[in-house]
């Protein structure tokens, strides 16, 4: 084969790849927006939340995809490498920097590490089965992950009724 037809299709490869990165940091950038507003004070009283946490919330919006775009598209992490990933993502995002401390009193964190892996199970791996079209393959892992978040968002709304009133 020609060096120029190599170049060609080795150029192809790097466009579709860049095209599912871009793809998958978009999702990943709205589906932790949508995490986000709907699991925290922001559903309540959006721009006084936004207000007082938006430079640190940039930069998680933006900032977390970014590593998993490079995880998962620079060193083809996948699985089980991409849980244990994500579980890092969470202690680092929740004990670090939040101080989420629901995470580690029991026995709240019973219920608080399951909405937890949900929540980031949307960030981190939906994007990634949409952008792959594997969705369907991962449809228990979805309905696992839609759920837990769905009882956050649940949970939320009732505590932001329940201290209004």
């Known amino acids: 084969m ?5 170049f060609g299709e080795r150029w192809a490869q ?4 860049m095209q599912a990165w871009l793809k998958y940091f978009v ?3 709205l589906a932790w927006v949508v995490v986000d507003f709907t699991t925290t004070a922001a559903i309540g009283e959006p721009a006084r939340y936004y207000s007082k946490y938006m430079p640190a919330l940039l930069v998680f919006y933006l900032g977390y995809p970014l590593v998993f775009c490079v995880l998962i598209y620079g060193f083809g992490l996948g699985g089980r490498g991409l849980f244990l990933a994500m579980l890092a993502g969470i202690a680092v995002v929740e004990l670090c920097f939040v101080r989420n401390r629901l995470l580690l009193t029991p026995p709240i964190c019973l219920l608080a590490i399951p909405i937890s892996l949900g929540h980031y199970g949307m960030v981190t791996f939906l994007p990634k089965w949409v952008v792959e079209r594997s969705f369907r393959k991962n449809r228990k892992w979805a309905a696992a992950t839609l759920s837990a978040w769905g009882l956050g968002v649940l ?3 009732l505590t932001q009724f329940a201290s209004r009133h």
């Open 27 to 29: 999702g990943a950038v």
């Open 2 to 6: 020609f060096p120029a037809a190599q």
């Open 14 to 17: 790097v466009v579709k790849a």
């Open 155 to 157: 949970l939320n709304i």
